[in-house]
């Protein structure tokens, strides 16, 4: 027995109202949607953070400062600072990113 196209998603969504009762689907959605678009702003400020960041290197500005910055975006997103240099701190921090917009 196939399921017809879009059968996935209305068996998902009668699923749903199954488990969580029809009065309850308007709260999930609330909260998927603010847990969206706090996901959203923190990737934000890391972006506008990188860029920062990159500004300043092209301005030539202290190190010191730069590499206090990147170390703790690394540590924020659970990436290993120990013997790795801002360049490939700055890579991972990049490559970690998510690509949702």
Known sequence: MAIQPGG???LIVVAIIILFGASKIPELARSLGKA?????KGRHEVEAEIKDIERSIKEGKPPEDRSSKIRKMAKDLGIPAEGKTDEQL?????RKMPTIR
């Open 8 to 10: 996935e998603l209305i």
């Open 36 to 40: 969206t678009g706090e996901f959203k």
């Open 90 to 94: 700055l890579d991972e921090i990049q």
